[in-house]
């Protein structure tokens, strides 16, 4: 009679870098707030390093290099440990790679975009970059229309065309790159226009004339002489018949008090 003989086999993690660690956590639970309870927190986090450092190096050649992606990843770690609580059940593994992922995923989303983009932006953009992925293989590699988007997505074709245009801004061009098909190194900061200074003196002018209607007769007079009229001191104080001396006074006294003034405004 043939003997039926049952092997049980022990579950193994599916990677050899998560550690059995679930009696440190349980008296990190039990123990006060102190020094101990501290070492005891980062003894697991070491321990834990190497699964962090895995799941950083997923998200290698994005832009960010893998030691500050791991970097990144080990802030999460030590906020996943800081978190969590045995006692719920779920293997400390299932509740640290959500947190660490996501802790990297926020990096990329807070710290890695050429120009402020805005969350709701940034949450369509990446619907839509899945989205373009999962439609082009189906597609045999033809691009979907906006149309085939929205219906994937469940968005509106005009949501889709706001993160088409996202996938743009994660980075930047910079003005001194060649233009395409430029030759002589003709680049983007060449089609910008010089400033126009004009623009910074109507401006000046315009705030100064109130200033102006407002000064007494004479200060007036002798300003309207002096820069519109091109009169030199000496002139304006035989006009006058007062001294060159009281003249360059009063021009000195009268535009400094003038430009407190509009700087007071401007402020």
């Known amino acids: 009679m043939a003997t039926a003989i049952t092997v049980r086999?022990?579950?193994?993690?599916?990677?050899?870098?998560?550690?059995?660690?679930?009696?440190?956590?349980?008296r990190i639970i039990a123990m006060p707030d102190g020094p101990e309870k501290d070492e005891l927190r980062q003894r697991v986090?070491?321990?834990?390093?190497?699964?962090?450092?895995?799941?950083a190096r997923q998200f290698r050649n994005r832009g960010e290099s893998v030691e500050d992606l791991q970097q990144?990843?080990?802030?999460?770690?030590?906020?996943?440990?800081?978190?969590?609580d045995p006692d719920r059940g779920a293997a400390f593994e299932s509740f640290a790679v959500p947190t660490i992922v996501g802790e990297v995923k926020r990096h990329f989303r807070d710290h890695m975009w050429g120009?402020?983009?805005?969350?709701?932006?940034?949450?369509?953009?990446?619907?839509?970059?899945?989205?373009?992925h999962e439609l082009t293989r189906s597609l045999d590699g033809h691009g979907p229309s906006v149309a085939a988007l929205a219906r994937h997505t469940g968005l509106t074709e005009e949501e889709v065309l706001v993160g088409m245009e996202a996938m743009e801004s994660f980075t930047?061009?910079?003005?001194?790159?060649?233009?395409?098909?430029?030759?002589?190194?003709?680049?983007?900061?060449?089609t910008l226009r010089s400033p126009e200074h004009g623009f910074d003196l109507v401006v000046d002018r315009e705030s100064l004339k109130p200033k102006l209607r407002a000064l007494p007769e004479?200060?007036?007079?002798?300003?309207?002489?002096?820069?519109?009229?091109?009169?030199?001191?000496?002139?304006?104080?035989?006009?006058?018949?007062?001294?060159?001396?009281?003249?360059?006074?009063?021009?000195?006294?009268?535009?400094?008090?003038?430009?407190?003034?509009?700087?007071?405004?401007?402020?």
């Open 115 to 132: 120009l402020h983009v805005p969350r709701r932006v940034q949450n369509l953009r990446n619907r839509v970059r899945a989205a373009t």
């Open 9 to 26: 086999t022990h579950r193994r993690h599916p990677h050899d870098d998560a550690p059995d660690t679930m009696d440190d956590f349980r």
């Open 45 to 55: 986090v070491r321990a834990w390093i190497p699964m962090a450092e895995r799941l």
């Open 172 to 190: 930047t061009l910079s003005l001194d790159a060649e233009l395409p098909g430029a030759e002589d190194g003709y680049s983007l900061a060449d």
């Open 72 to 84: 990144v990843a080990l802030l999460g770690l030590v906020k996943a440990v800081k978190r969590y």
């Open 218 to 267: 004479r200060e007036r007079n002798i300003l309207y002489m002096r820069f519109f009229c091109d009169m030199t001191q000496s002139r304006i104080a035989d006009q006058l018949g007062i001294s060159q001396m009281h003249v360059s006074r009063l021009i000195s006294r009268t535009c400094n008090r003038l430009r407190r003034q509009v700087l007071q405004e401007a402020a």
